[in-house]
């Protein structure tokens, strides 16, 4: 008989008090309060922008929402940390006023802007781009906060990921990375904590189709996993589109993920995400006759 392992449902994080399992994969829709995201920044600024957007992701199956305030795309300017929460407060109130049960992540490598949004806001968890990196105070803020936090790899900063990044393994030397990082959080009793490798965050194209290959072998830190592919540069500058039109190319790659044992989808288009979900899950399930 074929074993479906390609669908966690051992791990688990405990998220707004309950546990939130990955038996079957879940959904962070991401809603940019930035002028200058490479897909949609300058989008959702506006009351009306930020709720009507929220709504749709909610609508479309999002779990959990991802609120930043930061530009992380390649090359992209830093902004004030008063800038940042300014941004994040306006969107957060909006959020919690309109839709108060909703699971908020921020995404956030700043430990003040991360304790704010908790403390005042109620933020359900933090994804830090940058997994502690830059932020020295960042993993004491988290296990004092209580909240799942999410790791993402990233060599450089997003000013400088691109100029010339370089692995001995890229696959090896991202798990060797994070084992490093789930330990140090462990010392601190952090429990709740997802991995994502940071596809585009200082990779090569050649790199962030390795490690998409070798998506499985993240299985070994027993943690949920999350990815970040949609509509990426490793989709449009391929196939030679603009990013508005990488959603196609967005779906194929959610599919190969899926099937190396992603748990969560960070995505633009949660419709889409989750139908990739319901049909490789029935393609997991499907059994060849006489086996």
């Not at 992209?76 to 049960?101: T, Y």
């Amino acid at each position: 008989m074929r074993k479906d392992t390609s669908f966690s449902i051992t791990k688990t994080i405990r998220l707004q008090g309950k546990l939130f399992d990955f038996s079957t994969p879940r959904i962070m829709g991401i809603l940019n309060l930035t002028p200058d995201s490479f897909y949609d920044g300058g989008r959702y600024i506006t009351e009306d922008a930020i709720m009507a957007r929220t709504e749709q992701l909610l609508e479309q199956g999002c779990d959990i929402i991802d609120a930043g305030a930061f530009s992380s795309r390649p090359g992209a300017e830093e902004v004030s940390p008063e800038e940042e929460s300014a941004r994040l407060v306006r969107g957060l109130a909006i959020i919690r006023k309109r839709f108060p049960g909703v699971p908020v992540s921020v995404d956030t490598f700043r430990a003040a802007v991360a304790r704010v949004a908790v403390k005042q806001w109620d933020v359900d968890m933090i994804n830090d781009i940058s997994a502690g990196d830059m932020d020295p105070d960042m993993f004491d803020t988290i296990a004092d906060l209580g909240v799942p936090y999410v790791i993402m790899h990233m060599q450089g900063t997003p000013k400088d990921m691109q100029d010339d990044p370089r692995y001995d393994h890229v696959v090896k030397d991202i798990l060797k990375y994070f084992s490093r990082k789930l330990a140090q959080l462990r010392e601190r009793g952090v429990k709740d904590v997802i991995v994502d490798p940071g596809f585009g965050f200082g990779k090569t194209m050649e790199h962030n189709y390795q490690l998409l290959k070798g998506l499985e072998a993240f299985r070994i830190l027993d943690v949920p996993l999350m990815v970040g592919l949609s509509r990426k540069s490793m989709i449009y500058k391929v196939l030679n589109v603009p990013p508005e039109e990488a959603l196609n190319g967005t779906t194929v790659l959610h599919t190969l993920a899926l099937l190396g044992g992603a748990d969560i989808l960070r995505v633009h288009d949660p419709r889409e995400a989750l139908e990739t979900i319901r049909l490789v899950q029935i393609f997991n399930r499907a059994k060849l006759p006489g086996r």
